[in-house]
C-alpha cells in the first residue's frame, strides 16, 4: 500500500486479507518505536513498541504514527478482536467481539489481555477481572463486550 515517511512518524495504507488463529492479530512492524496510532483517523491503543495490532477483520485500514515513547495506557495483546477503544479522563475503554474463528464463545469462559499502563495503577475493571499485574503491565480476563478500565496515577 501506500506509505508515508515524516520527522515525527509516518503513515501507511494496509490491507488485511484474512485472519487465522494462528497469532493474536493482524500487525504492522516500523522501524522505530510508536508513541501514538491513528486508525482510520481515530486514536488506536492497541500496539506495542515498533508494532501495531489491527481489528482482526478483512479490509483495509489506514494508520498513522507517531514515534517516541507510548504514555497513555493501551492493550498490547489479547485474541479478541477490537473494534473501538478510547482513553479519556483516566479511563481506558475497549469494545471487543469474539475472535473470527471462535464466533461463540462459550458462557463463563475469559480470554485474556495484556495491558500497558505506564506510571498509573489499575483502580476498577467493569467488564472483566485483573489476574495478574506488575508494574506499568496487568493481564486481565475478559469476554466479547464493553471493558472498562479507570486508572489512578498521571493526569
Request: glycine share 10%.
Amino acid at each position: 500500500g501506500e506509505v508515508k515517511a515524516a520527522s515525527d512518524g509516518g503513515s501507511c495504507r494496509v490491507k488485511v486479507l484474512s485472519e487465522t488463529p494462528m497469532i493474536f492479530a493482524p500487525r504492522v512492524e516500523f522501524a522505530w518505536p510508536i508513541a501514538e496510532v491513528e486508525l482510520d483517523g481515530k486514536p488506536w491503543l492497541y500496539f506495542d513498541d515498533k508494532h501495531v495490532f489491527l481489528p482482526q477483520s478483512r479490509g483495509e485500514y489506514m494508520l498513522r504514527v507517531r514515534k517516541g515513547e507510548a504514555s497513555a495506557p493501551r492493550l498490547t495483546r489479547t485474541h479478541l478482536n477490537i473494534e473501538s477503544m478510547s482513553f479519556s479522563g483516566g479511563e481506558l475503554s475497549l469494545q471487543a467481539a469474539a475472535p473470527p474463528w471462535r464466533p461463540k464463545i462459550p458462557e463463563g469462559l475469559r480470554l485474556t489481555a495484556q495491558i500497558e499502563h505506564p506510571g498509573r495503577e489499575m483502580a476498577e475493571i467493569t467488564g472483566g477481572k485483573k489476574i495478574k499485574g506488575i508494574e506499568g503491565k496487568s493481564i486481565i480476563g475478559l469476554a466479547p463486550g464493553t471493558i472498562k478500565v479507570r486508572f489512578k496515577g498521571k493526569k
